[in-house]
């Protein structure tokens, strides 16, 4: 009786559900750094607007669409559950790369740009012949990707190789192979540069391996090839 | 060939000519033109860069229509040049690299030319307000009101994810909305597009940073040519 007088209140009896059943729900993570530390590579205006606008978009319909699915799922509703999978993709890749993406630029000063040592650098050197040789793939890579996406340097976790992909949209890596590992992740979404570079998506890439933070890049390496 | 570029750029330049009459006349030298073979050409708007402020300003016509328009004809230029497309006109490109899906290289500067092409037009200084006429009627038809139309363009032009285009066409002697991403349009669907906005990031950026939303209700309330849309709905009419 009391049960259902709680679960009367649509949200009340949301909440109770969730708490049996644990939804975790998501909320934006902070930097690192301050908005205008990457400055010039990338303006304070593009981090702020980034973080704040668009992360904390994904982040906030990502909870919707997992909010709906529970429901869904509770009530057996199969094809409500199905239909939220894009919805679940678009919004949670987007929370998921974008967390990558944060943790992958740092401040000149605090070390962004600065290649890589011990086992990721002697890998780049073995796979592709040095880091610029790397670099230029992946910008052409990056400069080659139709409308909106990523590309990515990853390490192939069965195979312990190298790996240089691109995603669509909000993918995540994994949709490319259920084994890769992202390393570093360079959003090439209109909003990642246009304010600063308008058109010019080669400019933008040129500049970002400025403040790309390979100290974070060779920890996830050596954890995956130690 | 060299007449009928100099009766387009004329026209589109010309103060004097009403928007009903410029639109079906450039749709029947379109055709014309299309008979004829032409080049690619980066086509103007058929108003100035700053003509739709403060709707969608200067600079965003300047970066959109000046480099990324100018991007895809040049590129699609280059990518043509000495192939069996080379030639062609654009919509011929357009299906023919389309490739039943299959998309061969050109397909992304030819479609991408004909969206923006079809965008520019889609839109006039001192749009907006409500269509008449047959339009309306269809509209009312196959929608239940202008309101119903309105509601459901908004949500696809929003819900693209990614890069893309919402488009009104004319199907099977009906209107229907539709969306697509990158540089996909109906014309692969075999429809008649008859309206379209572009949502890639690009199109709205400057102007409106992350909110997308309010740039599309700016695009329905203040740019929209109905007129346009009434045109290309008579032409598709008698294709139909």
């Known amino acids: 009786m009391a049960l259902r007088a709680l679960a009367n209140g649509k949200t009340l009896g949301r909440l109770y559900h969730q708490q049996i059943r644990g939804l975790q729900t998501f909320s934006l993570p902070d930097l690192a750094y301050d908005y205008g530390a990457l400055e010039p590579a990338i303006s304070g205006e593009i981090m702020q607007l980034h973080h704040q606008k668009h992360h904390q978009t994904y982040i906030t319909n990502y909870n919707k669409a997992l909010e709906q699915l529970d429901d869904a799922i509770a009530k057996g509703d199969a094809s409500t559950a199905v239909k939220l999978q894009s919805a679940i993709k678009f919004n949670g890749g987007g929370h998921v790369n974008h967390s990558i993406f944060w943790k992958n630029l740092a401040p000149t000063r605090e070390g962004g740009g600065e290649p890589p040592h011990g086992s990721l650098g002697w890998a780049i050197d073995q796979h592709y012949g040095s880091m610029e040789k790397l670099i230029a793939k992946m910008n052409a890579e990056g400069a080659a990707v139709q409308g909106s996406g990523w590309v990515w340097l990853a390490v192939d976790k069965e195979l312990k190789r190298l790996v240089v992909e691109t995603t669509a949209n909000q993918d995540p890596l994994v949709t490319k192979g259920a084994s890769l590992v992202p390393l570093v992740g360079i959003d090439v979404w209109e909003h990642a540069y246009y304010l600063q570079y308008k058109n010019v998506r080669p400019d933008y890439l040129n500049n970002i391996w400025k403040v790309i933070n390979w100290k974070y890049a060779s920890e996830v390496y050596a954890k995956e090839c130690p | ?240």
């Open chain 2, 1 to 240: 060939m060299a007449s009928v570029t100099t009766i387009v750029s004329q026209l589109t330049s010309s103060a004097f000519l009403p928007a009903t009459e410029f639109c079906r006349l450039s749709q029947s030298l379109l055709h014309w033109s299309q008979m004829q073979g032409p080049g690619i050409d980066l086509k103007p708007p058929p108003y100035a860069l700053d003509a739709l402020e403060p709707h969608m300003s200067k600079d965003t016509l300047e970066y959109h229509w000046g480099k990324h328009h100018r991007g895809y004809v040049n590129n699609l230029k280059k990518q043509i040049e000495g192939t069996e497309l080379d030639g062609m006109s654009l919509e011929n490109i357009i299906l023919a690299s389309y490739n039943k899906g299959d998309v061969l290289p050109a397909f992304n500067n030819a479609a991408q030319v004909w969206n923006h092409d079809f965008f520019w037009e889609s839109m006039k200084p001192g749009g907006g307000g409500k269509p008449s006429g047959e339009l309306l009627e269809l509209i009312n038809r196959d929608f239940g009101s202008f309101e119903s139309l309105i509601k459901e363009f908004t949500i696809a032009a929003t819900t693209q994810f990614g890069s893309g285009w919402a488009w009104l066409v004319y199907n099977d002697k009906k209107l229907e909305v539709v969306k697509s991403p990158n540089a996909i349009n109906p014309l692969v669907l075999g429809y008649h597009p008859l309206l379209t906005i572009d949502v890639w990031e690009h199109a709205y950026y400057l102007d409106f940073k992350n909110l997308r939303a309010d740039y599309i209700s700016t695009f329905l309330d203040k740019l929209v040519s109905w007129d346009a849309v009434s045109s290309r709905l008579e032409a598709a009419k008698v294709l139909e």
